[in-house]
């Protein structure tokens, strides 16, 4: 029977990833943990368990005394964040991964994803419809921990077999948890201003186009590849994945549309940089083609769905 350790179960991408795991696989066989002492309430309906994934021990004791088939490490301090605290994003970023693997080469898990993301990518790489494989020069703590570990990842399946899946995460959009500290993190918390007070200050430059995606379609497409017959994942390193590219300015035009008196302003800072090494738009024709990858959400389908969804008692 299936069991799925989801480690770093408190973030964006992992409340909403155990949500659908649970409403898939049952509450009870989805393990929620995180470095938190408690759970958010909407996943108090199954277990949960704080996991320090640093704690090297205690990680792998849990693993060996609950085997779970399947783990999702999402554990890492993001773009922004990381550049604040690049040794110790280095370490979280790192050791985990190493720890899961490991564990994995040593027949304790039969599955493990793991993402990667477009701060894999560099000023050099191409950046209008960045292929698959291309030049990838990352300039953030968080890109080149990300590179690297795309590297161990594919070198653990060719050396030892283990079954790793990746997915280049584009910017993730949901009104579920705030902003973690992304360089794209600016088209999640536009939304809250919106509601609050109409208007919103940019960190990004009106014109930095990004690709994006909003977290249904991210978590789909994850559990998607984690359930796709071992001989349809072709890339072990970790697949490109495309969402909705716009531009802080369309981003805002698309909201005013749906919310009259709505502004924008732009004040760029240092994340504009970061910014400015990513790809504006993805070719992830790959994952397409391997196992069937398909968008759902437009901008103004994600406008529509975060406006009717966004709660501002959250800032409080």
């Not at 794209?184 to 994006?212: G, R």
Request: glycine fraction near 6%; charged fraction near 25%; aromatic fraction near 12%.
């Amino acid at each position: 029977m299936k069991k799925v350790l989801v480690i770093g179960a408190g973030g964006q991408i992992g409340t909403e990833l155990v949500i659908e795991l649970r409403k898939r696989f049952g509450n009870q066989q989805v393990i929620a943990a995180d470095v938190k002492e408690e759970c958010s309430d909407v996943l108090k309906d199954g277990p949960y368990v704080k996991m320090d994934v640093l704690d090297k021990d205690f990680v792998t004791t849990f693993i060996k005394e609950e085997k779970p088939t399947d783990v999702y490490l999402l554990a890492a301090l993001l773009s922004a964040t990381a550049e604040k605290h690049p040794e110790f994003a280095w370490r979280l970023n790192m050791e985990g991964l190493f720890t899961i693997l490991d564990l994995a080469k040593d027949g304790f898990i039969q599955k493990i994803f793991w993402p990667s993301s477009i701060a894999v990518f560099g000023p050099t790489t191409p950046r209008e419809f960045t292929p698959q494989y291309t030049v990838m020069e990352p300039t953030t703590v968080y890109g080149i921990s990300k590179l690297a570990g795309e590297r161990w990842c594919e070198y653990y399946f060719n050396k030892f077999g283990v079954d790793v899946r990746s997915i280049r995460y584009p910017g993730l959009i949901s009104y579920t948890s705030l902003p973690g500290g992304g360089t794209t993190d600016y088209a999640v918390d536009i939304f809250y201003h919106a509601k609050k007070s109409n208007a919103y200050t940019s960190f990004l430059n009106e014109d930095s186009a990004l690709p994006m995606m909003y977290m249904e379609d991210a978590i789909r497409a994850t559990i998607e590849l984690m359930e796709a017959p071992k001989e349809n994942v072709k890339i072990r390193s970790s697949y490109n994945l495309a969402g909705i590219s716009f531009t802080p300015k369309q981003l805002g035009d698309a909201i005013a549309n749906q919310k009259d008196g709505f502004t924008m302003q732009y004040a760029p800072d240092f994340r504009q940089a970061i910014a400015d090494s990513w790809p504006k738009s993805i070719d992830d024709s790959s994952a397409q083609n391997d196992w069937g990858w398909k968008m759902k959400y437009d901008l103004s389908e994600m406008v529509k769905t975060m406006l009717e969804n966004v709660d501002i008692s959250k800032l409080n």
